[in-house]
């Protein structure tokens, strides 16, 4: 037998992109490819990229650039691109780039096997279409390895909001969700693999609205309360959340179902409700304070994270201003801040732009004040007992890493046999981003 191909997939973005190059591999093992960890020995590289601001997208062709060396000493070498800058920017990136030969968006991963038999015929492929079979069932045929502890796991794809900065709804399309008896199903045979930790993905999640086994559908909390059926799965996550969604029943499983970790993502981007209504967010920020009040309710000990986007078209010192006054009255415990970067085709693109040093002035602000609410909620956690699942080994010798609850790195002495399982620890203590504790 011929010695197996080798693909090496690089992964941009966010965790729907490493669920989907996990599929992509799994597809291209029936296709007879084992991937490897380097470029340098890859009979296929695939790019599985992001389109969501401006540097992001730049990455790519750089990326690109780069394997130039390795094509020509390799010419049998194929280069794909795959994600939401493939599926932005489709034919442009051939242009662009004449060494790649395949370039698949994020709707047509189940075709990738295709393709790539295309490619083998000297030929260009290319397949940005928003099919109507679900791509997951296609991309079913995995076998039944093991796994690690935590996985991802996409319930739904899609955004119809139109935030008017945001991509998304251009490259992933209208929302949709997948069936429940689906999710359920892949839920389980992940468990048997090794899995105890699930976080559903969704670039809207919690919007979530599958077919129900028997008729009708259910939203994100009765999958949520289901899913924590499932025999063997000790925790369940969630993300990305939009603040209108947060309906009561979701949030009262934050406060009664054991299984649901006490952490939610919960974007803002801004404070200031004259640029939120510029944004299309459709929230106001005293309608985001009351969703957090309502879900702290539940949960008291939630760890809440957020996005911002500081620097929007019109954004003033008293509307940044503004944000920072909405994070202090939050106080989260982890988050993500990013200059605006304009997207072409989005509505805010053709507004007037601000400067980028006040751009660059506002998000040190920011982060300054972000960092300093994280080291303290971390500091917060000394003392405290928690669950941590072991996820790998530490740097240390004897020494575990895994995840709390409240989605914590935690460094612990503890024995290999604990690894994908869930330990009660003692956190003692804490640093830039872990916190160090004892098994109780
Ligand atoms: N510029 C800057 N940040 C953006 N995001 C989305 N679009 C843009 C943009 N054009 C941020 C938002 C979103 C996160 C995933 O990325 O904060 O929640
Ligand atoms: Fe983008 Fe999220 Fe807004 Fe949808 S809700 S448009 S994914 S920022």
Not at 32 to 59: F, Q, W
Not at 172 to 193: F, H, I, K, N, T
Not at 212 to 230: C, F, K, M, Y
Request: glycine letters at 8%.
């Amino acid at each position: 037998m011929a010695d197996p191909k080798k693909l090496f997939i690089k992964t941009y973005g966010c965790q729907m992109n490493v669920y989907d190059s996990e599929r992509m591999s799994e597809a291209m093992g029936g296709a007879g490819y084992v991937t490897t960890d380097s470029p340098d020995d890859a009979d296929m590289i695939l790019l599985n990229t992001c389109h969501i601001r401006e540097k992001a997208a730049e990455k790519v062709y750089s990326e690109l650039g780069r394997f130039k060396g390795l094509k020509a000493d390799k010419p049998d070498l194929k280069i794909g691109v795959a994600g939401c800058v493939a599926q932005a920017e489709g034919e442009e990136i051939m242009r662009r780039q004449p060494l790649v030969d395949l370039v698949v968006g994020p709707q047509s991963y189940h075709r990738l096997p295709e393709m790539e038999a295309k490619t083998q015929q000297g030929e260009k492929a290319l397949d940005t279409d928003f099919p109507e079979e679900d791509k997951f069932e296609k991309l079913k045929s995995r076998p039944k390895a093991r796994r690690a502890p935590s996985a991802f796991l996409t319930v739904q794809e899609g955004c119809d909001k139109f935030c008017a900065f945001c991509v998304v709804p251009y490259t992933r399309g209208a929302e949709v969700s997948r069936p429940a008896e689906r999710v359920l199903a892949e839920a389980r045979d992940l468990v048997e693999r090794g899995v105890a930790e699930i976080t559903l993905l969704g670039q809207n999640v919690n919007a979530y609205h599958g077919d129900a086994p028997q008729g009708g559908d259910w939203g994100l909390a009765r999958l949520i309360r289901e899913l924590a059926e499932v025999d063997g799965l000790e925790r369940i996550r969630y993300t990305t959340s939009h603040p209108n969604d947060m309906e009561d029943d979701l949030i009262r499983a934050h406060g009664d179902c054991e299984k649901l970790m006490p952490y939610l993502h919960l974007p803002v981007q801004s404070g200031s409700d004259r640029i939120l209504k510029r944004m299309n967010r459709s929230h106001t920020a005293e309608s985001y304070l009351r969703v957090i009040d309502r879900i702290r309710e539940a949960r008291p000990d939630i760890l809440l994270s957020g996005d911002f986007i500081v620097g929007f078209p019109e954004e003033t010192d008293a509307d940044f201003e503004d944000t920072l006054k909405l994070v202090e009255q939050v106080r989260y415990g982890q988050c993500y801040s990013f200059k605006y970067s304009t997207r072409p085709g989005t509505p805010a693109a053709e507004r007037e732009q601000l400067p980028e040093d006040v751009k660059s002035e506002r998000l040190q602000r920011l982060q300054a004040l972000l960092n300093q609410q994280q080291a303290e909620i971390q500091a917060a956690m000394v003392g405290r007992e928690v669950g941590v699942l072991f996820e790998k080994k530490g740097r240390l010798p004897g020494q575990m890493v895994g995840k709390s609850d409240h989605l914590h790195a935690v460094y612990v002495q503890a024995p290999e046999s604990l690894l994908g399982q869930v330990a009660r620890v003692r956190i003692t203590g804490t640093s830039s981003n872990s916190l160090a504790g004892e098994l109780i």
